[in-house]
């Protein structure tokens, strides 16, 4: 798995295995589920061999479109039935959605646009526990966020854990219900208690964000993903990746039904996941990162400058400019990201040596400066 260290000296421990491989004459194996794209394609480049193809047992993954549910539905009467069966019969249920908060989508209801952080313009959601809205990128809170138009009056749209506990709690009113994430998982004493709810059976229904769909257990015999599209259409090159990533941890519930809800259930990671059919992802994926530039085409590197207002925009927009004479591909940003307090450039491109020369010389063009500018090569996160 991928692990990134944000402290000084930041590392990928991926890479730092290949480097030490390399020094120590050594070989690597990998296993996984479902190889990244990249990987995959340096495989056909001969940087790696495949040891063995392990058959994956064949999951009758259930899709549910919700286009046939009532619009305001959040579990479908398919999976609805599912978790009362299960509970009938002392079964463990886990649901999973990709969101923490209690709404995902704020408009305004004045002019019906999307409230915004005012730091990332990223939409923020809102939080009924806390009573604030927050924005997803940047962590930005607000009690009352102005829209844009001076408005603070708003409409709430889409679901995240927090109503579907709720939504719960009202259907299935005996049922004792658990939440395992990142933001009520603090402490390794409360991974250590969800282990033996497990084995003592004293929950009945799991929530949780993703990285639920890997916990594996002979009880738990009912796994549904509540929305699959909030995942497609995510703002990320990698998202399709992901839902075959998902999906396949997903076809490894041997004991489990698995049912899938959503309302674009045809696109190619979803249908080449349940049919196990890696190959064709691949070659449909590849195209689409041919397309627009991405890894593994493009090397895909983010620079992160922090400092005085108007000198890390004047760095930034420099940069860009001496780094168009070098190559065509286009820079994203300086986009202001306020958990650290300074602006993003991402960068696509190629040589790795040329670009670090580059950014050594304008670092030293603007030496007079209080900046510090972080170089990041394979970044996992864009905010
Ligand atoms: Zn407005
Ligand atoms: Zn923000």
């Known amino acids: 798995n991928y692990y990134l260290n944000e402290q000084n000296p930041k590392f990928s421990t991926i890479e730092i295995l290949k480097k030490r491989a390399l020094y120590n004459n050594s070989k690597i194996i990998f296993t996984t589920s479902s190889p990244s794209i990249v990987d995959?394609?340096?495989?056909?480049?001969?940087k790696y061999t495949i040891i063995s193809k392990l058959n994956k047992p064949q999951n009758n993954i259930k899709l549910v479109n919700m286009k046939e549910e009532y619009l305001s539905n959040l579990l479908s009467s398919k999976l609805s039935n599912e978790i009362e069966r299960n509970l009938n019969e002392k079964k463990i249920s886990v649901l999973l959605l990709n969101s923490l908060a209690y709404r995902q989508t704020v408009l305004c209801s004045e002019c019906n646009k999307l409230i915004v952080c005012p730091d990332c313009k990223v939409g923020l959601s809102y939080h009924k526990y806390k009573n604030i809205y927050q924005c997803n990128s940047c962590n930005y809170q607000a009690v009352k966020p102005v829209c844009e138009c001076g408005a603070t009056s708003y409409n709430r749209f889409g679901y995240g854990l927090e109503l579907l506990k709720e939504v719960l709690q009202e259907e299935f009113k005996s049922a004792r219900i658990m939440q395992v994430d990142s933001d009520s998982f603090t402490s390794e004493s409360d991974y250590q208690d969800?282990?033996?709810?497990?084995?003592?059976?004293?929950v009945d229904i799991i929530i949780g964000t993703y990285p639920l769909a890997s916990i594996y257990h002979k009880d738990i015999t009912l796994v549904g993903l509540i929305n699959i599209d909030s995942l497609l259409y995510k703002n990320d090159y990698r998202s399709s990746e992901e839902v075959f990533s998902v999906v396949s941890k997903l076809m490894m519930h041997r004991e489990a039904k698995v049912i899938i809800q959503g309302y674009n259930l045809d696109h190619y990671s979803l249908i080449d996941a349940i049919n196990n059919n890696?190959?064709?992802?691949?070659?449909?994926e590849l195209k689409v990162r041919k397309d627009y530039n991405y890894p593994p085409f493009n090397e895909i590197s983010r620079l992160l400058i922090i400092g005085e207002y108007k000198d890390m925009y004047y760095f930034a927009n420099y940069f860009k400019k001496v780094f168009a004479r070098?190559?065509?591909m286009n820079i994203l940003g300086p986009v202001y990201i306020n958990r650290i307090k300074g602006v993003q450039l991402i960068v696509k491109y190629n040589d790795f040596e040329r670009l670090s020369k580059l950014i050594i010389e304008v670092k030293k063009k603007f030496s007079d400066r209080k900046l510090i500018v972080n170089f990041e090569?394979?970044?996992i996160s864009f905010n």
């Open 377 to 379: 090569r394979y970044p």
């Open 194 to 202: 969800f282990h033996v709810a497990l084995e003592e059976g004293s």
């Open 40 to 46: 995959y394609y340096e495989y056909f480049q001969n």
């Open 326 to 328: 070098m190559s065509s």
């Open 278 to 284: 890696y190959d064709d992802f691949f070659e449909k």
